[in-house]
Nanobody, 129 residues
């Protein structure tokens, strides 16, 4: 059974950094697209970054500050978050779906619920002074 477990969240001051990890089990990470999503209190879930093969997409508000990476041998995907802002606060989720023809932007922005079949439980990120 495919499972994803996120970690690395916490409380950080504005301008600080965090690295989130997403450990996969029950499937081979190499053949899967990975997405990072977040949900702030009172707001809809938002696609932050999605990656499949050599393609990676970032939402505009995090572009240049966040970096997606993965280590297939460790079955782990990462989201390095730098220059954090209070508006980055939320619960961050990773998700996995079999690689196909869906663009990384579409899987993050339009078709997340149908494309990603596996979701983690989320990790809280709070950016506050």
């Amino acid at each position: 059974q495919a499972q994803l477990v996120e970690s690395g969240g916490g409380l950080v001051q504005p301008g600080g950094s965090l690295r989130l990890s997403c450990v996969a089990s029950g499937f081979t990470l190499d053949y899967y697209a990975i997405g990072w999503f977040r949900q702030a209190p009172g707001k809809e879930r938002e696609g932050v970054s999605c990656s499949s093969g050599s393609f990676t997409w970032y939402t505009k508000s995090v572009s240049g500050r966040f970096t997606f990476s993965r280590d297939n041998a460790k079955k782990t995907a990462y989201l390095q978050m730098n220059s954090l802002k209070p508006e980055d606060t939320g619960v961050y989720y990773c998700a996995a779906g079999p690689r196909g023809t869906t663009s990384v932007e579409d899987m993050c922005r339009k078709t997340a619920d149908t494309f990603f079949g596996s979701w983690g439980q989320g990790t809280q990120v709070t950016v506050s002074s």
